[in-house]
């Protein structure tokens, strides 16, 4: 199955929604007014877009029909196409070399799906040949620290962890440690994620990161946000805090085939200018892929 057929498998509710309502708009006329545009920008809203991304999308769209003379079904939806993809950007990938340590560093709100994505992830990796280690450092939640732990059963990896409510930083200097004791190639940190207090979060994320800056100043560091696509535009919310307070180098967007939100890549991406690195479209082990932007809007919007 290619990236476009596990996009639009996962992303089905989205695109139905979007689709339907496309399709109702257009089907009078197939020539867009200015009533139908305006019921455009609310459809797109509806999915999570945002607001600030619809009304750019239809100005672009206005612009094009000013210009043009062109208002057909057509042509809106290319430019929809178009805007969307300049939105979110060129693909991001993760890159990392065996040989010498990787560090991936999970942040985000409780309830995103961080520990499952360290587990998914953890599983990908090793068939791909990696040595991996996994740091149970959100020691906020004994669920949290039981759960990597059976993700380690899972993909036989050593799962580094101390009792719930030790110090984090302590758990990411041990897991440092052993990563580098047993030449592994990637470390993979869960990490806790309360907003409620912004500046403990803060010193929190700050004292983990200067923990690997100096026992691992060799290692290459990949700060990845994890949101929930099913929160609608609370994702967008998260991903404005965390990018204040971490060092957030791409995101991994959860659960998107579990309603019609699916729009809200779009919104986080207009907001935060981070790459999208990875979509999570089932609950599959394998179902955490790499985000493709051509597959992904292609999957949101009906056919030309």
Request: include cysteine; proline fraction near 2%; charge should be negative.
């Given at each position: 199955m290619g990236f476009l057929d596990v996009f639009k498998k996962g992303l089905k509710k989205t695109r139905d929604f979007v689709s339907d309502g496309f399709n109702k708009i257009a089907a009078n006329m197939g020539v867009f007014d200015e009533d139908m545009l305006?019921?455009?920008?609310?459809?797109?809203?509806?999915?999570?877009?945002?607001?600030?991304?619809?009304?750019?999308?239809?100005?672009?769209?206005?612009?094009?029909?000013?210009?043009?003379?062109d208002a057909s079904r057509e042509a809106v939806l290319n430019q929809l196409?178009?805007?969307?993809?300049?939105?979110?950007?060129?693909?991001?990938?993760?890159?990392?070399?065996?040989?010498?340590?990787?560090?991936i560093l999970l942040v985000g709100v409780n309830g995103?799906?961080?520990?499952?994505?360290?587990?998914?992830?953890?599983s990908r990796y090793q068939k791909e040949g990696f040595r991996t280690i996994m740091g149970a450092a959100?020691?906020?939640?004994?669920?949290?620290?039981?759960?990597?732990?059976?993700?380690g059963e899972r993909t036989s990896t050593p799962v580094i962890s101390h009792d719930e409510g030790s110090d984090p930083a302590a758990v990411v200097y041990d897991s440092i440690k052993a990563a580098q004791a047993r030449k592994a190639d990637l470390l993979i940190l869960d990490t806790a994620g309360r907003l409620h207090n912004k500046q403990n979060l803060m010193a929190e994320l700050a004292k983990i990161r200067r923990i690997i800056d100096r026992e691992a100043p060799e290692a290459k560091v990949e700060t990845l946000l994890v949101i929930d696509a099913t929160t609608g535009q609370n994702a967008v919310v998260q991903a404005?805090?965390?990018?204040?307070?971490?060092?957030?180098?791409?995101?991994?967007?959860?659960?998107?085939?579990?309603?019609?939100?699916?729009?809200?890549?779009?919104?986080?991406s207009q907001e935060t200018h981070t790459p999208?690195?990875?979509?999570?479209?089932?609950?599959?082990?394998?179902?955490?892929?790499?985000?493709?932007?051509?597959?992904?809007?292609?999957?949101?919007?009906?056919e030309a």
């Amino acid at each position: 199955m290619g990236f476009l057929d596990v996009f639009k498998k996962g992303l089905k509710k989205t695109r139905d929604f979007v689709s339907d309502g496309f399709n109702k708009i257009a089907a009078n006329m197939g020539v867009f007014d200015e009533d139908m545009l305006d019921e455009l920008e609310m459809l797109l809203v509806q999915a999570d877009i945002g607001a600030r991304s619809a009304t750019w999308l239809m100005d672009k769209i206005r612009t094009h029909i000013k210009k043009t003379g062109d208002a057909s079904r057509e042509a809106v939806l290319n430019q929809l196409r178009v805007g969307m993809l300049e939105i979110v950007g060129k693909p991001g990938r993760l890159d990392f070399q065996k040989g010498s340590l990787n560090i991936i560093l999970l942040v985000g709100v409780n309830g995103t799906g961080k520990t499952t994505t360290a587990g998914k992830l953890c599983s990908r990796y090793q068939k791909e040949g990696f040595r991996t280690i996994m740091g149970a450092a959100d020691t906020f939640r004994a669920a949290a620290i039981d759960q990597l732990k059976v993700w380690g059963e899972r993909t036989s990896t050593p799962v580094i962890s101390h009792d719930e409510g030790s110090d984090p930083a302590a758990v990411v200097y041990d897991s440092i440690k052993a990563a580098q004791a047993r030449k592994a190639d990637l470390l993979i940190l869960d990490t806790a994620g309360r907003l409620h207090n912004k500046q403990n979060l803060m010193a929190e994320l700050a004292k983990i990161r200067r923990i690997i800056d100096r026992e691992a100043p060799e290692a290459k560091v990949e700060t990845l946000l994890v949101i929930d696509a099913t929160t609608g535009q609370n994702a967008v919310v998260q991903a404005q805090v965390f990018s204040e307070v971490a060092q957030v180098s791409g995101l991994i967007i959860t659960k998107m085939d579990g309603n019609a939100k699916g729009g809200v890549a779009i919104a986080v991406s207009q907001e935060t200018h981070t790459p999208l690195y990875l979509a999570g479209l089932g609950e599959g082990v394998d179902d955490l892929i790499d985000f493709d932007p051509d597959s992904f809007v292609a999957s949101l919007l009906p056919e030309a």
